[in-house]
């Protein structure tokens, strides 16, 4: 091949990547072009998204229905009621109309400053032993409860869950404010259920409604100058178990174990208490009775008192005597009967036959839940044994310091000086716990008031029913989705225009 055909062919090759290089130029897109483009119909690509919207909104706004906020519900729990009982701290019931009662309304409008009317307020309000957050799932379970191709389990557990739930609930409590008849708006009425519930707390503290209730002795402890020392005596043992018994109260209290008074707790004042009785009261009073002869020589009005007594101790010791001795007899017969039962189960085991099987079985049965009920009876017969053999020893001791023998003959100093000097700083000793106790009851009574922890605690906010508030999240979303939708579409038609310019 000569040289000029080399040459030819080398430039046939040189112009034919030069054509490609250019078709391969021209075949990519310039991305700042198409930026320029879509900048340059910015106003077509924002028609769109606004068109989109106003399309999106429209068919929303035609299946959604728009009101006004139709009612509040505050829901509650109560802090202060217990599993077993429904009552205030001070034994007093409870009910949950407490909650939107008269003065507990008037005092609300009051102090919210809403002008409404007490008689309006009255039609519009209500309370409900329910909590409105666990309404909906107690709602929900009994619609599956009440759906027949419910499967048997999940029936069972459904019905063990919507009996918690029930049960739950009982400490809660909602209130709810119907504002179709008030000139209220959402944030008011909601503002006016907070400020509602907090006077009915402020009230009932103040009524004392949420005090401990403890059965404790409000008058201090006096001797009775015009009676005689045996009196005061058994005035100062039924004062002391009074005291008891109010001491027992407070510890059965939550908190009060750690609570500390004047640099004292409540175990501090039960160990003192104990000590009185057990040192001072207790042998002092026996003495007393122990010396009645040389007493009821000042006082012949001891002797009848004592004789009066001692009769009356002995009919109630005899009738505890009867008692118990028909319960023996009763557990005796009992046990007899079930000695007898065996007995002829063991003869008709003997004689039954293969034939005879399903008879001896059902008397069996029978037997055996004879047999549960014997077992049932008999321990509460026990029971109750016991309960009377504790009295009679009670009794028995108390009529052995009754009939106590005098010791005068053995004592230098009168049995009546020495039982009136010990009776002053009994007299002391009494007082003083009493002040104690009654400073444990302020102190908690103030630790209530200062904390409405302890009469109710807010589960929630309280929660619009119906209104726009309801519908705001939704259009939110919906006009998001359709801003984007319109970009898309508007970024679309706009890359169409300009290419159809474009191609002319």
């Known amino acids: 091949m000569s040289q000029d055909g080399v040459k030819v062919n080398n430039m046939n090759t040189a112009s034919t990547n030069a054509e490609r290089v250019n078709t391969a130029a021209n075949d990519e897109i310039d991305l700042v072009d198409l930026i320029k483009n879509i900048w340059r119909q910015r106003g077509l690509v924002i028609g769109m998204m606004i068109l989109s919207i ?27 009621l217990s599993e077993d009982k429904s009552k205030y701290p001070n034994g ?31 039609k519009s309000i209500r309370v409900e032993t329910s909590n409105s957050i666990l309404k909906a799932s107690e709602i929900k379970l009994s619609g599956i409860l009440a759906n027949a191709k419910t ?19 009982l400490g809660y409590a909602t209130v709810s404010l119907d504002l179709s008849e008030l000139p209220l708006s959402a ?13 009915w707390a402020k009230l009932s503290i103040e009524r004392g409604l949420m005090n401990a209730d403890i059965t404790r002795p409000l008058v201090s402890f006096s001797i009775s100058e015009g009676s005689n020392l045996i009196d005061n005596y058994d005035q100062a043992s039924n004062y002391l178990n009074s005291l008891s018994l109010a001491v027992l109260q407070l510890s059965d209290l939550s908190g009060t174990s750690s609570l500390v008074v004047n640099d004292m707790s409540i175990e501090d004042v039960q160990r003192r208490l104990t000590a009185l009785g057990d040192r001072d009261i207790g042998p002092l009073r026996e003495f ?25 101790l002995d009919l109630e010791h005899a009738r505890l005597t009867k008692l118990i001795n028909s319960y023996d007899l009763a557990l005796e017969q ?94 002391k000793d009494l007082n003083e716990i009493q002040q104690n106790v009654g400073q444990f009851v302020e102190a908690i009574r103030e630790l209530t008031i ?19 508030m309801q519908l705001a999240p939704r259009f939110t979303l919906f006009v998001a989705l359709g801003g984007i939708l319109g970009l898309f579409l508007g970024i679309f038609v706009a890359l169409i225009r300009s290419a159809l310019i474009n191609s002319k």
Not at 187 to 199: C, G, K, R, T, Y
Not at 450 to 468: D, I, K, L
């Open 54 to 80: 106003v399309a999106v909104l429209g068919f929303h706004i035609s299946k959604a229905s728009f009101s006004t906020a139709s009612s509040i519900d505050y829901p509650i729990s109560l802090s202060f």
């Open 334 to 427: 009992l046990g007899s009967d079930k000695n007898q039962q065996g007995s002829n189960r063991s003869d008709q085991n003997l004689q039954g036959n293969a034939g005879q099987f399903d008879q001896s079985f059902l008397d069996s049965l029978l037997q055996l839940g004879t047999k549960l009920g014997a077992v049932d009876t008999r321990k509460q017969l026990f029971d109750r044994r016991i309960t009377a053999v504790e009295e009679l020893l009670s009794l028995e001791k108390e009529i052995s310091i009754l009939l106590g023998t005098s010791s005068d003959k053995q004592m230098k100093i009168s049995p009546e000086v020495i039982l009136k000097d010990a009776l002053i700083n009994i007299e």
């Open 450 to 468: 200062e904390s409405h922890a302890q009469v109710y605690v807010a589960n929630s906010a309280p929660q619009v029913r119906g209104g726009f």
């Open 92 to 122: 007093i019931a409870f009910s949950p109309r407490d909650l939107i009662a008269g003065n507990v309304l008037q005092k609300a409008i009051t102090t919210s400053g809403v002008d409404i009317s007490l008689g309006a307020l009255e």
């Open 288 to 312: 007393a009775y122990s010396n009645s002869a040389a007493l009821a020589k000042a006082d012949s009005a001891i002797q009848v008192r004592l004789f009066a007594r001692q009769r009356l």
């Open 151 to 169: 499967p048997e389990e999940v029936r069972v557990a459904g019905e063990r869950v919507l009996k918690d739930l029930q049960e739950s609930g």
């Open 187 to 199: 944030q008011q009425a909601s503002s006016f259920l907070q400020v509602l519930v907090d006077e």
